[in-house]
């Protein structure tokens, strides 16, 4: 799929709907949304790798839908963040990229008017683990000039996809999405083949080939396809652009533009892309960053396979 139709696609559902926004360089929509069940099931973390939750102030009055009666928008280094309200209280929620060194960090609150409210928040230090793995096609490891132009293409589909932002929040709590046990968990520093590559950005879960993978949450299919590195992929939308990633899959089951349920399956585990075995990897991103995902589960480890069933 290329990119002009990616974002045609997305124009067309923001014209559809009034309550899914674009957030990219183009095209900024500021929203302040009371969204207090979005805070609900989060948890504050605030390293690299994971959330910070920021105190921006009281909050304005909203109207009966929640929303606020003014535009209001947060910011983080230039990045638009999830502004919702949680008892009467403006708060920041941010994803903090793996990369960030920490120390810190400032949030601003922009008024309709344009007047600025800066906040500080401080990025704690945390060391993640190594891992090493051996794949045993060279090409995933180093691809081909022809691969690398591929690859290229899917790194800016990616930019397109991760700015999708829906307006208020869909999901109002996360559950594992496959059962089986962990393989890698977030963040670990990774080395392919005993070269350095990027850091973890999800969870490995093993399972079976062809086993079901469910939506953890509400939420909305905004991306679907085939990538290099990740194989067969479904991107979610959960709200104030919070949202999932699911990669290697053997099959996919739901379409773009399809909103789905909790429980709902979105497709099969499998082992495309570059993989050692099947498994599913499973990402949560906030911001268009990739956060640790135990931070929106109300458990550390998935269920056993008997206690993951299919919605009906």
Known sequence: MSISY???TMIRQCARSASFVLLSAGLFLPAFTGAAGFMDFIEASPVPGGIAIIDLGPAPASDTQGQSSTQMSATWNDRPVALVEQAG???????????????????????PDGSRVTAHFEVLPFAYAEQRLTIT???KVNPEPLDMERITAEN?????????RAERAIADGFDWPLAGPVSSPFGLRRFFNDQARRPHGGIDIAAAEGAPIL??????VIDSGEYFFNGKSVFLEHGLGLQTFYAHMSRIDVREGERVSRGQVLGAVGQTGRVTGPHLHWSVGLNGTW????LVLSTDSPPAA???EPAR
């Open 6 to 8: 990616q974002l045609a």
């Open 89 to 111: 209280v403006l708060k920041a929620v941010v994803g903090i990229p793996l990369s960030v060194t920490p120390g810190m960090q400032s949030v601003t609150l922009t008024h």
């Open 137 to 139: 096609d060279k090409r």
């Open 156 to 164: 800016k589909r990616l930019q397109v996809v991760k700015s999708y």
């Open 215 to 220: 939506a953890p949450a509400d939420g909305i």
């Open 291 to 294: 956060v640790n995902p135990l």
């Open 306 to 308: 008997e206690n993951l």
